[in-house]
């Protein structure tokens, strides 16, 4: 039976408008062809001549033919974006963290996806389990690339026992195809103590560096243990000899990489640094920042953004006209007046800087030295603000989490309740659901704002928006 795609939207103006197509309809096939995601869909329509068969609300089905330029839309809109269902995931990992969550809370946390258009569309990792051929074919096919890959371990034993899946190790060989045809990967290592680390760790290393530079980068992280546990396989902490071990593995390895291909291929999240007691690495290491998103290299990043931004607005006002400065008596208004283009109302900025001014920064035990670090470089060249920054403990899944984005509203509603916070609190967006105002507790902005009696600003993962929410004001281009 043929897959038909509900119609939900029609855009304006669009090719699709001008056929008489409607929400309402549904889309059967296009050139023929069976359309069983947004793949097929973008793929088929890549051509200049196209058929449509769509069956209309009412049951008849129209056929329409199309003359287009190549990038041009139809402007069918679905209710699903990948039109199609969302792949569960078939594993039990030993480390899943969904797994560690308390009852009670939404629906969609407990949701576990497995689904490698995810991997493309939106950087999750697939464990190519729930791969089949055909679903190889086509990330071939469409060049759906990079794919993000949880290997975990090339010990194809180990791998079933640790996914507590029979088919974990065989779906290996899958890497092996798409290295062949070529298709960039990024894989990762959740790594367990005295499970996959180690000599373990050593071999998978070494297994992996073979698909170098197919396989563009690989990041190793540590798993992440709640206080939610009960029942589950029993994984110990790493300490800080561990994580020092952890990493004298990497940077083997990274030396080895960046001398036969210009890359440094593996990187350690920043948790095994801060563990380690190391400094962070310096920028150049990251490649990129390849896998920010998983923790490799996000504080680096900040921290260098962070002093970049600090130095442009210090630049923007020691050029700006040396009247205006002697008003507010700021230092370094010697200097010819030449404005400064990433600055923004510099003359409002000024003016903020040299007002009173209390703000709070609320953050994850991990991230708070660097934190605490930058804000008060911020308020040495800017003392009239003062920036309180509050570590959050996690009591919520316990104290072995400590990254920010696992922080709940009711612990910081809790722990910060009584403190003098001044006029705004500045929450990281990595703390809330993607694009909303709602932690994972499912407190919301305005909650925390109602019990603390504080307004809120959302802070964005990065050392310029920081700067800004800092001052109140806009400063960058």
Same mark, same amino acid.
């Not at 697939?126 to 051929?133: A, G, K, M």
């Not at 800087?353 to 709070?360: A, G, Q, T, V």
């Given at each position: 039976?043929?897959?038909?795609?509900?119609?939900?939207?029609?855009?304006?103006?669009?090719?699709?408008?001008?056929?008489?197509?409607?929400?309402?309809?549904?889309?059967?096939?296009?050139?023929?062809?069976?359309?069983?995601?947004?793949?097929?869909?973008?793929?088929?329509?890549?051509?200049?001549?196209?058929?449509?068969?769509?069956?209309?609300?009412?049951?008849?089905?129209?056929?329409?033919?199309?003359?287009?330029?190549?990038?041009?839309?139809?402007?069918?809109?679905?209710?699903?974006?990948?039109?199609? @269902?969302?792949?569960?995931?078939?594993?039990?990992?030993?480390?899943?963290?969904?797994?560690?969550?308390?009852?009670?809370?939404?629906?969609?946390?407990?949701?576990? =996806?497995?689904?490698?258009?995810?991997?493309?569309?939106?950087?999750?990792?697939?464990?190519?389990?729930?791969?089949?051929?055909?679903?190889?074919?086509?990330?071939?096919?469409?060049?759906?690339?990079?794919?993000?890959?949880?290997?975990?371990?090339?010990?194809?034993?180990?791998?079933?026992?640790? *996914?507590?899946?029979?088919?974990?190790?065989?779906?290996?060989?899958?890497?092996?195809? *798409?290295?062949?045809?070529?298709?960039?990967?990024?894989?990762?290592?959740?790594?367990?103590?005295?499970?996959?680390?180690?000599?373990?760790?050593?071999?998978?290393?070494?297994?992996?560096?073979?698909?170098?530079?197919?396989?563009?980068?690989?990041?190793?992280?540590?798993?992440?243990?709640?206080?939610?546990?009960?029942?589950?396989?029993?994984?110990?902490?790493?300490?800080?000899?561990?994580?020092?071990?952890?990493?004298?593995?990497?940077?083997?390895?990274?030396?080895?990489? /960046?001398?036969?291909?210009?890359?440094?291929?593996?990187?350690?999240?920043?948790?095994?640094?801060?563990?380690?007691?190391?400094?962070?690495?310096?920028? @150049?290491?990251?490649?990129?920042?390849?896998?920010?998103?998983?923790?490799?290299?996000?504080?680096?990043?900040?921290?260098?953004?962070?002093?970049?931004?600090?130095?442009?607005?210090?630049?923007?006002?020691?050029?700006?006209?040396?009247? /205006?400065?002697?008003?507010?008596?700021?230092?370094?208004?010697?200097?010819?007046?030449?404005?400064?283009?990433?600055?923004?109302?510099?003359?409002?900025?000024?003016?903020?800087?040299?007002?009173?001014?209390?703000?709070?920064?609320?953050?994850?035990?991990?991230?708070?030295?660097?934190?605490?670090?930058?804000? =008060?470089?911020?308020?040495?060249?800017?003392?009239?603000?003062?920036?309180?920054?509050?570590?959050?403990?996690?009591? /919520? /899944?316990?104290?072995?989490?400590?990254?920010?984005?696992?922080?709940?509203?009711?612990?910081?509603?809790?722990?910060?309740?009584?403190?003098? *916070?001044?006029?705004?609190?500045?929450?990281?967006?990595?703390?809330?659901?993607?694009?909303?105002?709602?932690?994972?507790?499912?407190?919301?902005?305005?909650?925390?704002?109602?019990? *603390?009696?504080?307004?809120?600003?959302?802070?964005?993962?990065?050392?310029?928006?920081?700067? @800004?929410?800092?001052?109140?004001?806009?400063?960058?281009?």
């Amino acid at each position: 039976m043929m897959t038909k795609h509900l119609i939900s939207q029609i855009s304006k103006g669009s090719i699709a408008e001008g056929l008489g197509i409607t929400s309402g309809d549904f889309l059967l096939s296009i050139n023929d062809s069976e359309v069983i995601d947004v793949f097929d869909y973008r793929y088929l329509c890549q051509d200049k001549k196209i058929k449509l068969l769509i069956e209309t609300k009412d049951g008849e089905e129209k056929t329409f033919e199309i003359i287009k330029d190549e990038d041009e839309e139809l402007g069918l809109e679905f209710d699903e974006g990948l039109m199609d @269902e969302y792949r569960h995931c078939s594993n039990k990992c030993i480390f899943c963290f969904i797994d560690q969550m308390p009852k009670g809370m939404r629906e969609t946390l407990y949701f576990k =996806d497995d689904d490698m258009r995810l991997s493309f569309l939106q950087g999750n990792y697939v464990t190519l389990t729930n791969l089949s051929d055909k679903d190889v074919e086509r990330i071939i096919k469409y060049r759906l690339e990079p794919i993000n890959i949880s290997f975990q371990t090339t010990n194809k034993e180990l791998r079933c026992k640790m *996914l507590n899946n029979r088919f974990a190790g065989e779906a290996l060989k899958k890497a092996d195809t *798409l290295y062949e045809a070529a298709i960039t990967m990024n894989g990762q290592i959740v790594l367990c103590k005295g499970v996959n680390d180690g000599e373990e760790l050593e071999r998978s290393l070494r297994d992996l560096y073979r698909y170098v530079p197919v396989l563009e980068s690989l990041s190793v992280v540590p798993v992440g243990l709640s206080k939610y546990r009960d029942g589950l396989y029993p994984l110990e902490p790493f300490e800080k000899e561990d994580a020092r071990e952890v990493l004298k593995i990497i940077h083997k390895w990274q030396d080895k990489a /960046f001398k036969e291909h210009g890359i440094h291929f593996v990187h350690a999240s920043d948790e095994w640094y801060i563990l380690a007691e190391q400094d962070l690495p310096e920028e @150049e290491r990251y490649d990129g920042y390849l896998q920010i998103e998983n923790g490799v290299g996000m504080l680096r990043s900040l921290i260098v953004e962070f002093e970049d931004g600090l130095e442009q607005l210090k630049e923007g006002i020691e050029n700006y006209k040396p009247s /205006f400065l002697a008003k507010f008596n700021l230092k370094g208004y010697n200097k010819n007046y030449s404005e400064m283009s990433g600055i923004n109302n510099i003359s409002e900025i000024i003016e903020t800087l040299s007002n009173n001014r209390e703000i709070s920064v609320v953050t994850g035990r991990i991230a708070y030295p660097y934190i605490k670090s930058l804000t =008060d470089e911020f308020t040495k060249q800017y003392p009239n603000i003062k920036v309180n920054v509050f570590a959050i403990k996690n009591e /919520f /899944f316990g104290e072995r989490i400590t990254v920010t984005g696992l922080i709940t509203g009711q612990d910081i509603i809790k722990q910060l309740d009584g403190k003098k *916070l001044g006029e705004t609190l500045l929450i990281p967006e990595n703390m809330l659901r993607a694009s909303t105002d709602v932690f994972l507790d499912d407190t919301r902005l305005s909650d925390i704002e109602k019990s *603390l009696h504080i307004s809120t600003a959302i802070v964005k993962s990065n050392g310029r928006n920081l700067i @800004e929410r800092i001052i109140g004001k806009e400063v960058y281009v």
